[in-house]
């Protein structure tokens, strides 16, 4: 028998466990509505009582849970441009943030074209984030965007202000930063305030602006737990993520799978950095720092190499079952105060989607094409909406 019925028994098993958790824990409050989202309470109550494991397929078409309804590009725009956001991960997160940002930053949110959402994910982040070379400009899908960038030449100061920026090829090995189209920190995206950012007018009215919408690299679990450490150049980076960002979130692909070497996997146990890595998000948030941590996907069958199907499914697993158990309550010394992380199950609902001719093919062994990225893009915003009412 073929092993992916072996996978998909691990995951729907963990799924029936889960259902019966958040069945539980949401009949103790009906929400009567929200000041900032814009859903009616029935839509807001579908939204709690599901989560980003109970996608389905219709197709290359993801279906979403009952009651819940599909997120538009305006609905998105309108919730990132009133958080601060930082993607870390490797080449599959910036293929995730070219796409919702292309979601977000369309001239026209009712018409977003499938070329637009390829666009720009397929440069390096260098070309992506800095308008660096000649033809950048022409490849964003806002005028507005276009115009800011076609201004400016160097990349780190399009942007406006940021504490991390003063790190960047010192502590942050690449990164790229953009605003929401709309949002307050558009406002700040003008060179000569990086200039006098240590003014103290300057640095106040930063606290209160939102709509950052940045990008970093890390391969592999260890590259992104040095990020959050103490011990990285004194916790530098850390205090500027801190400064900049209310929501970080974490998308890694099969580095761990297939580099084993690179990733360090072989000095720990066969999930190397993963424990290590969710203790830290878990101990570094905060009521003022939301982390997002993405189970991640599968390899092409046919380069996938051995194993490497069962250590994505291990990975999944460990991830969901140590959410479950903070959801539990069964981690009471973690829980004073509560943990402000949130997981998106992207990996339990991709398996279907990933082998053999089911697959949605991407340009590379560890890439899915823009169906996948779109619902991922679905989930993220799930959990994030989930999250909000459940803390509100």
């Known amino acids: 028998m073929f092993q992916e019925e072996t996978g998909v028994d691990k995951v729907q098993q963990q799924s029936n466990r889960e259902q019966a958790v958040y069945a539980h824990t949401n009949k103790k409050k009906i929400d009567i509505g929200h000041s900032r989202l814009p859903f009616p309470p029935d839509i807001l109550n579908s939204i709690k009582s599901t989560n980003s494991s109970d996608y389905s397929w219709v197709g290359n078409n993801f279906v979403p849970p009952s009651g819940v309804p599909v997120f538009t590009p305006s609905q998105i725009k309108v919730y990132f441009q009133n958080r601060n956001v930082l993607f870390l991960g490797d080449s599959t997160n910036r293929r995730v943030w070219g796409t919702i940002r292309a979601l977000i930053n369309a001239d026209d949110p009712d ?12 440069r390096r ?17 806002s005028a507005s965007a276009a115009a800011k960038f076609k201004a400016a030449n160097d990349r780190t100061s399009i942007c406006g202000p940021r504490a991390i920026k003063s790190l960047i090829h010192k502590t942050l090995p690449a990164y790229g930063c953009d605003n929401v189209v709309g949002s307050t920190a558009e406002k700040y ?6 200039d006098d950012y240590k003014n103290r ?6 606290k209160e602006t939102k709509g950052f919408f940045d990008t970093g690299l890390g391969y592999c679990h260890h590259n992104i737990l040095w990020d959050f450490y103490d011990t990285n150049n004194g916790g530098e980076l850390l205090n500027a993520m801190k400064a900049d960002y209310d929501l ?5 692909g099969i580095w761990e799978h297939l580099n084993e070497g690179a990733c360090r996997r072989n000095a720990t146990s066969g999930l190397g950095f993963l424990p290590a890595l969710l203790d830290k998000i878990r101990n570094e948030s905060s009521k003022d720092l939301q982390i997002v941590y993405r189970t991640p996907g ?10 490497s199907m069962e250590l994505s499914l291990d990975f999944i697993n460990y991830a969901k079952e140590y959410f479950y158990k903070i959801r539990m309550g069964q981690r009471i010394d973690y829980l004073e105060p509560t943990p402000n992380i949130t997981l998106v199950d992207f990996g339990s609902v991709i398996f279907k989607r990933s082998f053999r001719e089911k697959r949605i093919q991407g340009d590379h062994v560890a890439h899915y094409g823009v169906e996948a990225r ?10 994030l909406i989930k999250a909000e009412l459940e803390n509100w």
């Open 111 to 122: 018409d977003v074209s499938l070329e637009a959402l390829d666009k720009v994910h397929r």
């Open 125 to 141: 982040l260098d070309e992506v984030a800095a308008g660096a070379a000649s033809s950048t400009a022409n490849n964003y899908t």
């Open 189 to 194: 995206a003008i060179n000569q305030f990086d």
């Open 201 to 206: 007018s300057i640095g106040d009215k930063m």
């Open 248 to 252: 970080i979130i974490i998308n890694n």
């Open 298 to 307: 599968f390899a092409d069958e046919l380069r996938r190499g051995k194993g």
């Open 374 to 383: 779109l619902l991922y893009a679905q989930q993220l915003m799930h959990e």
